[in-house]
């Protein structure tokens, strides 16, 4: 254990494995600690015999933390740091001395009967097929990506007219994202013949694989529907790429390269196109329908991309560090399924008995526990956490670029909230 101290006495705390130097913490703006109570996994470690400097972190104050501490040998699991005390800080003023938004709170005026709204979308005589339809629209989840295209379509606004009101087409974009969503994880579970999500039993363990198949085909459909009453053309292929992706996406999942150089490739491509795409397209949606300028669409479908994929990289993340009470699914799930996620292509260069696990999708006995212990004692879920934070870096750079309102604040607050997630 080992504490971090700020010159005015404010303190945080961080646990871990520790030697005795003395480190420098710089403070620059965006990292996860303006969320004061929210967790912080830092990616530093020291592989074998090397010392490596923890990497630099970003705090909101231009105060300097003293890190008491290195780390030693190879550590098993990331440190996490809390802030201890709320006490303000003498030496500086906050970045800005802006007030951030609680994002959720920002969306949750525009996203009020969200679920609701879905609801009549899906307008199903069959009451069995009502059920299944409206089965994950429980409005139990933080519903992230209908939040996000609402923060981005006020940002978006803002930027090109001064005005933060939602569209009414633009908003028809955050129920039709949720939709489209919800109808691949139907597939997904189908597919991967998954029997929880979300805490629950899946639509397909309910009903059958058959029916949830149709159940997910008719969401879509609704989806598309809506996609049409909104009558831009322009909107209407984008979310048609989306649809393209998702599919091609678990075409990469299904298969795997030999070639160990490509794999990490071949796991980001999939990754883009499965979880990334709507993202991003969805906010490239709402800025077009907003702002007629192409670099605006531009930022926007950027800082979707970059949130996507670092929320698919922290969700890999959590397979190895959270429990299945937390995730609301079996923990290794994607080992189970023969799928080798970011830790553990990272771990694979510490490791390179893992490639043969890989390639056999760790079918034979044991392969599972095996490739979940090498993971465990590699810097693979640190190194996949450093990734992400690259990515949500990339984001803010991107959104950093229109005009400054709550809304483009909240979502670089959203890159951290994305950082320290733990479900």
């Known amino acids: 254990m080992a504490w971090l101290w700020q010159r005015c006495g404010c303190r945080v705390l961080a646990f871990g494995k520790m030697t ?3 480190g420098l913490l710089e403070p620059r703006r965006g990292n996860v600690l303006l969320l004061g109570q929210r967790p912080l996994w830092i990616p530093a470690y020291c592989a074998g015999s090397r010392r490596i400097q923890l990497e630099t972190l970003f705090f909101p104050t231009r105060s300097t933390f003293t890190f008491s501490k290195y780390c030693s040998s190879l550590w098993r699991t990331p440190i996490r740091l809390y802030y201890t005390t709320q006490r303000t800080c003498c030496c ?14 920002l969306g949750s005026t525009d996203l009020k009967n969200l679920y609701q709204d879905i609801k009549k979308e899906l307008l199903v005589s069959t009451s069995e097929l009502k059920d299944m339809c409206e089965y994950y629209f429980d409005g139990r989840g933080k519903a992230i990506r209908p939040v996000l295209v609402i923060l981005m379509a006020r940002a978006c606004n803002a930027h090109f007219s001064n005005s933060r009101e939602v569209l009414a087409s633009q908003r028809s974009i955050a129920v039709i994202t949720e939709m489209i969503h919800t109808a691949s994880l139907v597939h997904d579970d189908v597919i991967d013949g998954s029997d929880s999500r979300r805490g629950k ?8 694989e058959r029916k949830a198949v149709l159940a997910g085909d008719y969401i879509l459909s609704a989806a598309s529907v809506a996609l049409a009453r909104i009558g831009n053309t322009t909107v209407v292929s984008v979310f048609c790429q989306v649809i393209e992706d998702l ?11 030999e070639n160990e150089n ?20 969805s906010c490239k949606a709402v800025s077009i329908l907003g702002c007629p300028d192409p670099k605006v669409h531009e930022i926007a479908y950027q800082y979707g991309k970059n949130i996507g994929i670092a929320f698919q990289l922290i969700d890999d993340v959590l397979d190895f560090t959270a429990c299945a009470d937390q995730l609301g699914k079996p923990a290794a799930a994607d080992l189970r399924l023969g799928l080798a996620n970011g830790p553990v292509l990272f771990a694979c260069q510490q490791f390179p008995e893992l490639n043969a696990l890989i390639m056999r999708r760790f079918s034979s006995p044991g392969d599972v526990d095996r490739a979940w212990q090498y993971v465990q004692q590699s810097d693979g879920v640190q190194q996949a956490i450093y990734l992400a934070q690259r990515y949500c870096h990339e984001a803010i750079r991107e959104i950093s670029k229109l005009q400054p309102s709550p809304e483009r604040d909240a979502l670089i607050q959203l890159t951290d909230i994305v950082l320290t997630r733990d479900k």
């Open 247 to 257: 599919v091609r996406g678990e075409f990469l999942q299904l298969g795997s390269k």
């Open 201 to 208: 039993k899946t639509v397909n363990h309910m009903w059958g």
């Open 92 to 105: 500086s003023k906050t970045h800005s001395e802006a007030k951030y938004k609680d994002p959720f709170l």
């Open 262 to 281: 490509e794999r990490f490739a071949h796991y980001l491509e999939k990754t883009f196109k499965k979880t990334a795409s709507l993202i991003a397209n």
């Open 20 to 22: 005795l130097d003395v």
